[in-house]
T-cell receptor
Framework: DTEVTQTPKHLVMGMTNKKSLKCEQH?????MYWYKQKAKKPPELMFV???????INESVPSRFSPECPNSSLLNLHLHALQPEDSALYLC?????????????FGPGTRLTVL | DQQVKQNSPSLSVQEGRISILNCDYT??????FLWYKKYPAEGPTFLIS?????DKNEDGRFTVFLNKSAKHLSLHIVPSQPGDSAVYFC?????????????FGTGTQLKVEL
């Protein structure tokens, strides 16, 4: 299984809502990532988890709260978002080692904040 | 501060010819580099990588060249096929010991015409 799955595919939420994005992989990868991609821009790293611990937070606002409940799952909890947070949110996973550690990406969740 | 740049936002090539996509970077601390291909509404798909200690890596129709002194890399696709039409991102990696920190370039839209 070389797939990273993300749910939901699309999400529309108001600025006062609380929602969560989910990501799952069964490749035995021990690093997982969240990226944000705006239209016509490259993906930008948000968070990195290594062995279920947060290792990198790229100064992301606290209205985004990541969680890694086990080695296969990664969540992104959303609360009090702004319309400018509308974007494609991508999850990725990789091995934690110095070679053959390319990141495998899921299809993304298209988020619209009204 | 865009550390990884792809100066050509778009490239059009005829089927069967060579496609050359270019990428420049500014940070000499990058450990290795990757190329990803992305279709709309999908996550990026890994194509090929190259370590910063090598100058060439080949995989089928794809070859990546690295010129470390010029801080430049390129992806050659030979022969180009219509299915290669997509956005191509180069990405640079810093190994952190806890997952890897990946910085994407700005992307090049490749169109392979019949």
């Amino acid at each position: 299984d070389t797939e990273v799955t993300q749910t939901p595919k699309h999400l529309v939420m108001g600025m006062t809502n609380k929602k969560s994005l989910k990501c799952e992989q069964h490749m035995g990868h021990r690093a997982m990532y969240w990226y944000k991609q705006k239209a016509k821009k490259p993906p930008e790293l948000m968070f990195v988890y290594s062995y279920e611990k947060l290792s990198i937070n790229e100064s992301v606002p606290s209205r985004f709260s990541p969680e890694c409940p086990n080695s296969s799952l990664l969540n992104l909890h959303l609360h009090a978002l702004q319309p400018e947070d509308s974007a494609l949110y991508l999850c990725a996973s990789s091995q934690v080692r110095d070679i053959d550690n390319e990141q495998f990406f899921g299809p993304g969740t298209r988020l619209t904040v009204l | 501060d865009q550390q990884v740049k792809q100066n050509s936002p778009s490239l059009s090539v005829q089927e069967g010819r060579i496609s050359i996509l270019n990428c420049d970077y500014t940070n000499s601390m990058f450990d290795y580099f990757l190329w990803y291909k992305k279709y709309p509404a999908e996550g990026p798909t890994f194509l090929i990588s190259i370590s910063s200690i090598k100058d060439k890596n080949e995989d089928g129709r794809f070859t990546v060249f690295l010129n470390k002194s010029a801080k430049h890399l390129s992806l050659h696709i030979v022969p180009s096929q219509p299915g290669d039409s997509a956005v191509y991102f180069c990405a640079a990696v810093i190994l952190t010991g806890g997952g890897n920190k990946l910085t994407f370039g700005t992307g090049t839209q490749l169109k392979v015409e019949l």
